[in-house]
């Protein structure tokens, strides 16, 4: 019996009748919860955002990287 699982970079999830890559949804995820932690530790709310956003940014990045070479 053959099994065919999408793989990381295909997966969607949809929100309000679009259908958004998961990357997307992770980087989303990873800069608010690394601002948020940043902003406790630290205390300074512009280091906790401009930290919050690379993270982000970076995630969403790779991911768009690697879906596009998988051709999705």
């Known amino acids: ?3 065919v699982t999408p ?16 990357y997307k949804l992770e980087a989303l995820v990873a800069g608010l919860v690394v601002g948020a932690l940043l902003l ?3 205390g300074s ?3 906790a955002v401009l930290v919050g956003a690379a993270v982000a940014a ?3 990045i790779i991911g768009a990287t690697r ?3 998988t051709g999705d």
């Open 45 to 47: 709310a512009q280091t």
């Open 67 to 69: 879906a596009h070479r």
């Open 7 to 22: 793989s990381a970079a295909s997966a969607t999830v949809d929100i309000a009748g679009s259908a958004w890559p998961v």
């Open 40 to 42: 406790l530790v630290v």
């Open 1 to 3: 019996m053959a099994v």
């Open 58 to 60: 970076v995630r969403w």
